[in-house]
């Protein structure tokens, strides 16, 4: 099994699973046929920008997640404030949204965006009032933007 395999398991285990320590997350990748080392688990994790966060109510409980991800504590209601006090325009292209900020929102509105973990967004890039959004498909891109419209 290849690098990329692995670093897609790696985030299915940390989006299923708690996971409190480098040595959990060898275990639950040995149980998928990942031969790794402690070192090569340690770039991994360095490589998907993930970190070590204390959750509400574990107290010295860690878990890995993505840095980028929405914080449990950010609310829907956050988010549809981000949405309605920055984006202007979303016009869709094919798989493609073009979401219109505010200038200089266009980076915070991309960060919410990417903390959805919608399995249909492919990736933003965001410049200073604008931020292109690839969906995997046509389809899925007809829903997002409902969804983003109701935002």
Do not use: W
């Not at 404030?81 to 292209?93: Q, R």
């Amino acid at each position: 099994m290849n690098r990329l395999d692995r670093l897609k398991a790696i985030r299915e285990i940390i989006k299923d699973k708690k996971i409190y320590s480098q040595e959990e997350l060898m275990e639950e990748l040995h149980n998928r046929d990942y031969n790794v080392t402690q070192s090569t688990v340690s770039r991994d994790i360095s490589y998907l920008h993930l970190t070590k966060v204390r959750r509400c109510g574990e107290r010295g409980h860690y878990i890995y997640r993505d840095k980028y991800s929405v914080s449990p504590q950010i609310s829907i209601e956050r988010v549809k404030n981000k949405f309605k006090e920055n984006v202007l325009v979303i016009n869709k292209a094919n798989n493609i949204l073009v979401i219109k900020t505010t200038p200089g929102e266009a980076q915070g509105v991309a960060v919410i965006v990417d903390g959805m973990n919608f399995e249909e967004i492919l990736g933003t890039v965001a410049g200073d009032d604008t931020i292109i959004c690839v969906i995997d498909n046509n389809e899925n891109a007809e829903k997002i933007l409902k969804l983003f419209q109701e935002l």
